[in-house]
């Protein structure tokens, strides 16, 4: 069963960084594209960064040039650096299949930026 266990959320101030983990139990992890989403209360959750099997990287304008996303086949685990956090990046993080997410998901890392 298909399974992802995100960890490394916290509290951060404007400015500061944080660095996500996700290990991934699932077969072929090399095979698959992976990404990291986040959902804030009352929005829906959106995409914030792709990671192809080939290591090409994506992200929206509203991360871009501040969040990176990086995986490590070896570990099964994909990570996100996450700099220059702003309040609107508030939000629980999770990981997945991109571009059709798996329907197991996890239980997320709370991501929480206030001064």
């Known amino acids: 069963q298909v399974q992802f266990v995100e960890s490394g959320g916290g509290l951060v101030q404007p400015g500061g960084s944080l660095r996500l983990s996700c290990a991934a139990s699932v077969l072929f992890f090399s095979r698959i594209d992976m990404g990291w989403y986040r959902q804030a209360p009352g929005k829906q959750r959106e995409l914030v960064a792709t990671?192809?099997?080939?290591?090409?990287?994506n992200y929206p304008d509203s991360v871009k040039g501040r969040f990176t996303i990086s995986r490590d086949n070896a570990k099964n685990t994909v990570y996100l650096q996450m700099n220059l956090l702003k309040p609107e990046d508030t939000a629980t993080y999770y990981c997945?299949?991109?571009?059709?997410?798996?329907?197991?998901w996890g239980q997320g890392t709370q991501v929480t930026v206030s001064s």
């Open positions: 997945n299949r991109v571009p059709t997410a798996d329907r197991n």
């Open positions: 990671i192809t099997k080939g290591f090409s990287t």
